[in-house]
């Protein structure tokens, strides 16, 4: 069984950069694609950014595009969301999920495990 520890969230003011840590403890990830998804207050859980097995390919949320980047070091166990240029509409509990597949889904639903989130709020 695989554990997910997000990190990296706090309160930054709009225009600012946060970087998102997830750390993978139990078992190796290495052969699954992962994805960071967000649930804003009053709002359903939505797909943010996701990453194949190999890292080879990345999909990401039209409202971020530009803007934020998943990257992933097996070797380390751990997956990242470096965001940039930060809106207030980014504010959120930021959860890194990950999925018994190597392809990316966008449905939260899809997604098989989850960390326990890290709040992001963004001040404008």
């Known amino acids: 069984q695989v554990q997910l520890l997000e990190s990296g969230g706090g309160l930054v003011q709009a225009g600012g950069s946060l970087r998102l840590s997830c750390v993978a403890s139990?078992?190796?990830?290495?052969?699954?694609?992962m994805g960071w998804l967000r649930q804003a207050p009053g709002k359903e859980r939505e797909f943010v950014a996701g990453?194949?097995?190999?890292?080879?390919?990345?999909s990401y949320a039209d409202s971020v595009k530009g803007r934020f980047t998943i990257s992933r070091d097996d070797a380390k166990n751990t997956v990242y969301l470096e965001m940039n240029s930060l809106k207030p509409e980014d504010t959120g509990i930021y959860y890194c999920a990950g999925r018994f597949a190597t392809w990316i889904a966008t449905p939260v639903a899809n997604y098989d495990y989850w960390g326990q989130g890290t709040q992001v709020t963004v001040s404008s």
């Open positions: 139990g078992r190796t990830f290495s052969g699954e694609a």
């Open positions: 990453i194949t097995r190999s890292g080879g390919a990345t």
